[in-house]
C-alpha cells in the first residue's frame, strides 16, 4: 500500500527487453534498506524490486503493465514519481493508494493560476463513474484533490490544481498539453461500485 506521496523522483537509466522488460531506475534511496522483493511504486504502478546496487534499483515490467499504463513511459531518460510501501506507523498523508492502475488520463489544458497550474484532463467512460468533485485521485502515483468533473457523452473532463510544492517535487511540473498520465480511482470508489453491482443482481 502507498499513500500517494512522492519521495523520489527516478530515471530510467536502461531497458533491457527479455521475456518482460527490465528497467534499470537511478534513484536518490539509500539501496542498502531497500530489500529484494519490496513493493515500490514507480509513477504510480506497483513493481517488484528483482535488482539492486548503489544508486539504482531493478524492476520487470510485465506486457500487461505496459499495455494498462501511459504510452512510452518505460523508455530510457523518462523521469519516474517514486514512493517506497507504507509501513505500519507511517502517516498517511494523502490517501490509501494500491498501485494497481486503472486507465490512462489525456491533459487537455494547463492554466497557471497565481503560482500554482490548473491541469484538465480527459478519461474515458470506463473510469468516468469513479471520479467525483472533491474526491480523491492518483495521477502518476501523486495523491490529488478533484477540483471539478464534467460528463460528456464522449467522454469526461476533470481537473486538479498543482500547487508549487507539487510542481517542484514530482513529475507533473513537466506536463504538457497532450501528455498521458496513470490513472489510480480511489480505492473506495472500486469498492463501492463492486457492492452497487452485487445489490442490483439482488434487486
Given amino acids: 500500500m502507498f499513500t500517494g506521496i512522492v519521495s523520489d523522483i527516478g530515471v530510467i537509466d536502461r531497458v533491457e527487453p527479455r521475456g518482460d522488460t527490465r528497467v534499470v531506475i537511478s534513484t536518490g534511496y539509500d539501496t542498502a534498506t531497500i530489500d529484494l522483493g519490496a ?29 494498462r499504463t501511459a ?37 487537455t489544458s494547463i492554466t497557471a493560476e497565481g503560482d500554482s497550474k490548473l491541469v484538465a484532463l480527459s478519461v474515458g467512460r470506463e473510469i468516468a463513474p469513479f471520479v467525483a468533485s472533491k474526491g480523491s485521485i492518483t495521477l502518476d502515483g501523486v495523491s490529488l484533490t478533484v477540483n471539478q468533473m464534467t460528463d460528456r457523452d464522449e467522454a469526461s473532463l476533470f481537473s486538479v490544481n498543482l500547487i508549487p510544492h507539487t510542481l517542484a517535487v514530482t513529475t507533473l511540473g513537466d506536463l504538457e498539453r497532450g501528455d498521458m498520465v496513470n490513472i489510480e480511482i480511489d480505492v473506495l470508489a472500486r469498492y463501492l461500485q463492486r457492492m452497487e453491482h452485487y445489490r442490483a443482481k439482488g434487486a
Fill in 39 to 67: 513493493s515500490i511504486a514507480c509513477s504510480g504502478v506497483c513493481l517488484t524490486v528483482v535488482d539492486k546496487s548503489p544508486g539504482w534499483f531493478a524492476v520487470d515490467v510485465s506486457g500487461e503493465t505496459a499495455s
Fill in 71 to 107: 504510452p512510452d513511459r518505460w523508455a530510457e531518460g523518462k523521469r519516474l514519481n517514486l514512493e517506497r510501501a507504507m509501513k505500519l506507523g507511517d502517516e498517511l498523508g494523502g490517501h490509501i493508494v494500491t498501485g494497481h492502475v486503472d486507465g490512462v488520463a489525456g491533459v
